[in-house]
């Protein structure tokens, strides 16, 4: 055989080689980039602003902290928390809820491959039994011996709104997701009507409303 011929033979074995070795890779490397987890996506809780709502009360009615506007507005990229556009969502995260726990965080730690039960014979199998019981069902509904609501002991007494931060607000129940009446400045005073749980009921010149007892104070 051509010696020139030999050594061409040789140079195109090494590179269809090469070629091979390097497809190989490839293919080794996007087969394990198309199996790689996808992180899951954050939880949220979303808001659609209303009139008047302002971040504050937003970051107190979700997360129970006032301050944490802050934070929802970075994480939302509002340029200027003081223009809220009515219509627009707002996104809180929900690690910031009170009491949040992440189940699907939970149960990947906590799940454990579970061992397959040895089948019994069926003769070893107790079996169940249904007895009857019997119950008393004679009785009668009685209403509550006290309602859960604390009236005030004189008609003099008022609810002065304390604390550091403004406003405060006044809602149409006893629930922060209510219907918010007003916002009042610390100082204001109103007439007190009773205490229901943890909250106060009211008189405003807009009706009956409630403020949080932690913001407000008894005065007789």
């Not at 302002?54 to 970051?59: G, M, N, P, T, V």
């Not at 918010?180 to 008189?203: C, I, M, Q, S």
């Amino acid at each position: 055989m051509n010696i020139k011929l030999s050594t061409r033979i040789l140079i195109v074995a090494a590179l269809a080689a090469a070629l091979s070795a390097c497809g190989s890779k490839g293919r080794t490397t996007s087969s394990a980039s198309s199996t790689a987890p996808v992180a899951p996506s954050m939880e949220v809780i979303v808001h659609t602003v209303r009139s008047g709502d302002r971040l504050s009360d937003i970051a107190q009615q979700y997360t129970g902290v006032a301050e944490n506007w802050r934070s929802i507005a970075a994480f939302n990229e509002i340029s200027n928390p003081r223009r809220l556009r009515v219509g627009t969502t707002i996104e809180i995260p929900m690690s910031m809820a009170p009491g949040y726990v992440d189940n699907r965080a939970t149960a990947s730690r906590n799940s454990v491959p579970s061992k397959p039960t040895p089948s019994e014979p069926e003769a070893d199998i107790a079996a169940v039994v249904v007895k009857p019981v019997n119950d008393n069902r004679n009785f009668e509904l009685k209403p509550l011996p006290t309602d859960q609501t604390q009236r005030a002991s004189t008609a003099s007494a008022y609810i002065k709104v304390v604390g550091s931060y403004y406003p405060k607000g006044v809602y149409s129940q006893p629930a922060p997701y209510s219907t918010l009446l007003l916002r009042v400045a610390p100082g204001t005073l109103f007439e007190f009507d009773r205490k229901v749980n943890d909250w106060y009921k009211v008189n405003t010149d807009k009706g009956a409303g409630y403020i949080r007892a932690v913001d407000g104070l008894i005065i007789e």
